[in-house]
């Protein structure tokens, strides 16, 4: 089959397969490096969200990571097995579960302050902030949409 440069179903034209690639290999380049930190990347990001601000509900920490519970709860669970976070019931709504860090969850920010840079291999700083604004807004338009077609699916 010859492709046709206006075809919609070409590889290439699709945004979502950059984006599927970006993040494998993303995956694929911070396990060696997180590994000794006994981290998997999912896990990375929840400590970069509770290295921030704690205690975080489990809703929240979901809806930050765009995570849901059915993924997030196995994860907490992991690492509260590690002794890095607490899972507890929130004492003013017993709904809520709060996590938050131990310490030495605290301490092994210490270890992973140079997760980041690692990753960086010498590029540009002002491309990779570019980058990141881009695909920021590119995330909150998808989620937007997605809140969209829910709540039309509701109706």
């Given amino acids: ?6 075809d919609p ?3 290439d034209r699709q945004i979502c397969f950059p984006l599927y690639a970006a993040s494998n290999l ?38 930050r990571l765009y995570l849901d519970s059915g993924t997030l709860t ?9 002794g890095l976070v607490t899972r507890r019931r929130d004492p003013s709504d017993e709904r809520r579960v709060l996590i938050r860090l131990t310490a030495e969850g605290m301490a092994l920010r210490e270890r992973a302050i140079r997760v980041p ?25 998808l989620a937007q949409h997605g ?8 109706k």
């Fill in 1 to 6: 089959m010859n492709a046709d440069d206006d």
């Fill in 9 to 11: 179903l070409l590889l």
């Fill in 26 to 63: 993303i995956n694929r380049l911070y396990g060696p490096v997180l590994s000794p930190l006994g981290l998997t990347y999912p896990q990375y990001l929840v400590m970069l969200v509770l290295w921030e601000e704690q205690p975080q509900s489990v809703g929240a920490l979901g809806a």
């Fill in 74 to 82: 196995p994860l907490l669970k992991r690492l509260e097995t590690a």
């Fill in 117 to 141: 840079e690692t990753l960086m291999n010498g590029k540009d700083p002002a491309g990779i902030d570019a980058l990141r604004a881009g695909l920021r807004d590119l995330v909150d338009g």
């Fill in 147 to 154: 809140a969209t077609r829910a709540a039309e699916n509701a």
